[in-house]
């Protein structure tokens, strides 16, 4: 009887164009990937515990994430959208190695309270041209040696480009053009595991995971001026992330809760939800966006 062939596809020197399926065993075993990730085995896994948050959840507290009351180990996935210290309402104006080092305290905060193989995405964008400063390339290196194990980035495009405003700098000159930005990123990291050990419930479609797994997402931004924030997520970018890279009933943590979005797209999304912010204003934003769906559940439909 003739051996049945594996119709997987394998890492080839040309690529392929197949996404399922796919035994990339080769590419990873090549030397480029020799240094120790900080990835632990599913022995090491087993022996952490997992620890329930109680009352905890479901909450929004008013208080700095660089010191959350959370027990270790507790939360699926953290989203959020740093305050980019530019010089919003909301910013303070902080040199630029104090702001990291916030990123920092709270990036620990977030490492401590995930669980093993826990997700934290990260919204930021790069900063002004004289000079440009790569924020994303700083986040990487620092969550990095926090111990997150880096899962890739998405290029979150928030317009076409195509209208008739530009950066310009020098027009219809070489002396100074200057790029305008139509794209955020969203920065992908994991906790002690690129696979949750876990197992849950998704609730994400074969079309939306299809369009999740790509590195461009094609999504509006949200009006600042109607949820009352300078910069605040739209619930169908929330959203996608919260199906793509959590379990129904998890936890989903927001260190910079701002207008609550992410939070309440938890809340739709049948997630429970925990929501830091220094800021009284925004808090009571994001405690009356959750009340109002509560209240009448069609307001906010899912995207």
Not at 153 to 180: D, F, M, V, Y
Request: net charge negative; aromatic share 10%; hydrophobic share 35%.
């Amino acid at each position: 009887m003739t051996p049945r062939k594996n119709k997987n596809s394998q890492t080839s020197s040309f690529g392929t164009s197949n996404r399922e399926s796919h035994d990339s065993s080769i590419f990873y075993s090549r030397n480029l990937y020799e240094t120790n990730q900080n990835e632990l085995s599913n022995k090491e896994l087993s022996k952490i515990e997992i620890n329930e948050i109680g009352d905890l959840v479901d909450k929004i507290y008013c208080q700095s994430s660089e010191n959350m009351q959370l027990p270790d180990n507790c939360v699926g996935l953290a989203f959020t959208s740093p305050p980019y210290n530019v010089g919003k309402e909301y910013d303070l104006d902080m040199s630029l190695d104090d702001y990291l080092e916030l990123i920092n305290n709270v990036g620990k905060e977030v490492y401590r309270v995930l669980r093993p193989g826990g997700r934290y995405i990260i919204n930021v964008a790069n900063l002004g041209r004289k000079p440009y400063i790569p924020l994303t390339s700083l986040f990487h290196n620092i969550h990095s040696e926090i111990g997150f194990l880096p899962m890739g980035e998405i290029i979150w495009q928030k317009a076409k480009g195509a209208s008739g405003s530009c950066a310009w700098g020098s027009w219809k000159s070489a002396k100074a053009p200057r790029l305008r930005d139509i794209h955020e990123y969203l920065l992908v990291f994991a906790k002690q595991s690129f696979s949750r050990p876990d197992r849950g419930d998704s609730d994400i479609s074969k079309e939306e995971f299809m369009d999740g797994t790509l590195s461009v997402w094609n999504i509006p931004p949200e009006s600042a001026k109607r949820i009352g924030h300078p910069a605040p997520f739209s619930i169908p970018l929330a959203e996608r992330v919260i199906r793509l890279f959590s379990y129904v009933d998890d936890v989903v943590l927001d260190p910079f809760v701002g207008s609550g979005t992410t939070c309440l797209a938890a809340k739709i999304n049948k997630r429970h939800y925990v929501g830091f912010d220094i800021s009284e204003e925004y808090c009571s934003i994001a405690e009356e966006r959750i009340r109002a769906e509560e209240l009448q559940p069609s307001l906010f439909e899912k995207s």
